[in-house]
């Protein structure tokens, strides 16, 4: 067994889809206009599908997390500082935690992101 992909639910799939390929940095393997499947390397892929199509309803957002992992505590920062800038939700400004530096941010429909470098 292998796990190929998260899917996210979203409510407003293109500020979805624009918000997640500003951070993946690619487009779409698979583009409908109510499903999107982004690669992420090593055969995983992210997903967005429109709320309304999904059976049965998916529960509200931000009960777990999607995780980013950067190599060192300053490419946390700096990431914190770009989306802060460019208007992302942060839900959890950088701090050291015993795994590591991390913050924590929102996509447009609430979903968790996580962005840390594991500690040395």
């Known amino acids: 067994?292998?796990?190929?992909?998260?899917?996210?639910?979203?409510a407003r799939m293109e500020?979805?889809?624009?918000?997640?390929?500003?951070?993946?940095?690619?487009?779409?393997v698979q583009?409908?206009?109510t499903f999107k499947l982004y690669p992420l390397g090593h055969g995983f892929m992210l997903g967005l599908w429109a709320r309304?199509?999904?059976?049965?309803?998916?529960?509200?957002?931000g009960g777990s997390e999607v995780s980013i992992r950067?190599?060192?505590p300053a490419e946390v920062d700096a990431m914190h500082d770009?989306?802060?800038?460019?208007?992302?939700?942060?839900?959890?400004a950088p701090a050291d935690m015993g795994f590591g530096r991390t913050f924590v941010a929102a996509d447009p429909?609430?979903?968790?992101?996580?962005?840390?470098a594991p500690a040395a």
Do not use: K, N, Q
């Open 31 to 33: 583009d409908m206009p």
């Open 52 to 61: 309304e199509e999904i059976v049965p309803e998916p529960a509200a957002a």
């Open 1 to 10: 067994m292998a796990l190929t992909y998260i899917l996210l639910p979203t």
């Open 70 to 72: 950067r190599d060192t």
């Open 15 to 28: 500020r979805s889809a624009a918000f997640w390929h500003s951070v993946v940095g690619a487009d779409p």
């Open 82 to 92: 770009d989306w802060a800038a460019r208007g992302i939700a942060i839900l959890a």
């Open 109 to 116: 429909d609430g979903h968790r992101i996580r962005v840390f």
